[in-house]
Nanobody
Framework: VQLQASGGGLVQAGGSLRLSCAAS????????MAWFRQGPGKEREFVSA????????SYEDFVKGRFTISRDNAKNTVLLQMNSLKPEDTGVYFC?????????????????WGQGTLVTVSS
């Protein structure tokens, strides 16, 4: 399983970006897909997750109301729409996948990882 993240870039505070995570597998019927991020000098932290099949999404408190996670089954892609970006959102964003239905916020429970895409928010 390979994950390819893209969509990062430089944006001013208050702006928007949309990240994409393309998966090599044709189907992730029993997987959870997630986004994590790692800011400069910080630990990797959970951002959001969803179940590939069915309902169920979760968000870390600091992105609720600003970020939206979704999936495009036809393109085997998970999206992260990020609005009202803040300088503290700066970091490398990683997509990850794990088998099962638990929307875990623990990065150690995710087996498959993309290479990361850099998001820089200027003040």
């Amino acid at each position: 399983v390979q994950l390819q993240a893209s969509g990062g870039g430089l944006v001013q505070a208050g702006g928007s970006l949309r990240l994409s995570c393309a998966a090599s597998e044709p189907t992730f019927s029993n997987y959870v897909m997630a986004w994590f991020r790692q800011g400069p000098g910080k630990e990797r932290e959970f951002v959001s997750a969803l179940r590939w099949r069915g309902h169920g999404k979760s968000y870390e408190d600091f992105v609720k109301g600003r970020f939206t996670i979704s999936r495009d089954n036809a393109k085997n892609t998970v999206l992260l729409q990020m609005n009202s970006l803040k300088p503290e959102d700066t970091g490398v964003y990683f997509c990850a996948a794990r088998e099962g239905n638990v929307l875990s916020d623990d990065h150690r429970r995710y087996v498959y990882w993309g290479q990361g895409t850099l998001v820089t928010v200027s003040s």
